[in-house]
């Protein structure tokens, strides 16, 4: 069964270190690949989106991720956290021929320190 | 209004009530979909609307009951709902079945 992954369920980080939060899927063929985050009492906002072509790919707020197949991993990374960035990210996997679904990992929430 | 919104935003509601929660995409999209968040669990997804036409219900109790009058509206209709129900229902749509979804704010939910 395709499964995701997100082995950190809280990460704190001081405000300017970097951050990677981790992702990895469980899937046979290559899917495609999301970075949300929430707020608290708000919804999801997409950071970033993998389809195909070039794996790093670059998102809002500064985040980048890196699509790694032979290690089916798609990790978040900052190289500065923003005492902002504290909130809930969720990595999501969707699958081709299976009419939209999307898998979401359990999510890891970041405290940043001041 | 942009982007996708639900009302109302708090629900409490008695296991014998009837309520239905809305969900309006201002995006144009076509497809629209409800997710159920639960503390410490992963996003469920509850049901899949593609061209008003529903594509997936991932085994959900019949208590749930969802409609798509159209490709901008979504309800979800509750009744006798469990205690176990309590949990943030979020709305999202997307532009066919294969790209990113855009999400509401949530409606949480408390079933008592």
């Known amino acids: 069964a395709q499964s995701v992954t997100q082995p950190d369920i809280h990460i704190t980080v001081s405000e300017g270190a970097s951050l990677e939060l981790r992702c990895n899927y469980s899937?046979?063929?290559?899917?495609?690949l999301f970075w949300y985050v929430q707020s608290p009492g708000q919804g999801l906002q997409l950071l970033l989106k993998?389809?195909?072509?070039?794996?790093l790919v670059q998102g809002i707020k500064g985040f980048e991720a890196e699509f790694k197949r032979s290690q089916s991993s798609f990790n978040l990374r900052k190289p500065s956290v923003h005492w902002s960035d504290a909130a809930e990210y969720f990595c999501?996997?969707?699958?081709?021929?299976?009419?939209?679904?999307?898998?979401f990992g359990q999510g890891t929430e970041l405290s940043v320190k001041p | 209004e942009t982007g996708v919104t639900q009302t109302p935003r708090h629900l409490v509601m008695g296991m014998t009530n009837k309520k239905s929660l809305k969900c309006e995409q201002h995006?144009?999209?076509?497809?629209m979909y409800w997710y159920k968040q639960s503390a410490k669990k992963p996003l469920e997804l509850m049901f899949v609307?593609?061209?008003?036409?529903?594509?997936e219900n991932n085994s959900v109790p019949s208590r749930f009951s969802p409609e798509c009058p159209n490709s901008s509206h979504l309800f979800l209709h509750l009744h006798t709902l469990q205690p176990e129900d309590s949990a943030l229902y979020l709305c999202?749509?997307?532009?066919?079945?294969?790209?990113?979804?855009?999400f509401g704010p949530g409606t949480r939910l408390t079933v008592l």
């Open positions: 999501a996997v969707g699958i081709y021929n299976q009419g939209g679904k999307l898998i």
């Open positions: 609307y593609s061209l008003e036409e529903r594509v």
């Open positions: 999202a749509s997307s532009q066919g079945p294969y790209n990113e979804q855009f």
């Open positions: 993998y389809f195909s072509g070039d794996t």
């Open positions: 899937y046979g063929a290559t899917p495609y």
């Open positions: 995006l144009g999209h076509n497809a």
